[in-house]
């Protein structure tokens, strides 16, 4: 939004509203792991910095913008992939040159969009029409953690990927933890399961052991949370 009077700061983001009807909906979708690659496996934050729409992606009519604020796909692209699953469907009730629309498309995503100027319109038609859906949706499939089997930690040394005795440690290795063969473990005095052991080293309320404790393999450090994949794919094979 622009300030031509430069009686203030000038603005400098825009905000995206990021709701549901109300506080039991059910079926909200909030693809974390998805943001968290995205973002190099750290937590997406809630400001984001992305180009503007400039170059071969602004759409042009005569020489001139074909759409005052068009929105760059990258922004797009983001949102979809955070809120939304291959196959919803997407409303854009202000659709101009087309953005979410054709961005839904490229990734097997469906839309409704609204637009009652006839010039827009014209452009968004042509624009959908020209983007190409994936050509494989295995490539959109991102699964979620929580909806994946659980794997008890005890699991990964009943079936060898991690003998009791092992030595555990955080990123930073300021902790450290050895394995027992019930599958909990013992620091510091400490006894307990993978979480409240990793919570009360840290003097935290609560604490993710699949990612906080790391192991060694190859002289490189490995979250758990490694080898709980290594059985989810097993399982998923074996199905």
Not at 136 to 146: A, E, G, L, T
Not at 218 to 223: D, E, F, R, V
Request: aromatic share 8%.
């Amino acid at each position: 939004m622009p300030n031509f009077r430069g009686t203030r700061f000038t603005n400098a983001h825009e905000t995206m509203v990021w709701c549901s009807k109300n506080k039991g909906a059910k079926g909200v979708t909030f693809n974390y792991e998805a943001m968290k690659a995205l973002n190099e496996g750290v937590q997406m934050r809630s400001d984001w910095t992305l180009p503007l729409c400039t170059g071969a992606e602004r759409i042009k009519k005569d020489g001139k913008k074909a759409h005052p604020t068009q929105k760059p796909e990258a922004l797009i692209y983001r949102v979809l992939l955070a809120s939304t699953k291959p196959g919803d469907v997407i409303l854009d009730p202000f659709l101009g040159s087309g953005t979410t629309a054709a961005v839904a498309k490229k990734m097997g995503r469906h839309f409704i969009g609204i637009e009652r100027d006839e010039a827009y319109a014209a452009v968004a038609k042509e624009r959908i029409a020209n983007a190409e859906p994936p050509e494989d949706m295995d490539d959109f499939d991102i699964p979620q953690k929580r909806t994946e089997p659980r794997v008890p930690f005890g699991t990964l040394l009943e079936r060898g990927l991690i003998e009791p005795g092992t030595r555990l440690f955080d990123t930073r290795k300021r902790f450290y933890a050895k394995v027992r063969a019930d599958g909990t473990l013992i620091a510091d005095g400490r006894r307990g399961s993978i979480h409240k052991v990793g919570a009360e080293v840290q003097g935290a309320p609560a604490c993710n052991g699949w990612t906080f404790w790391h192991y060694e393999e190859k002289g490189q450090a490995q979250p758990l949370d490694h080898l709980r994949q290594v059985v989810r794919d097993g399982m998923k094979e074996s199905a």
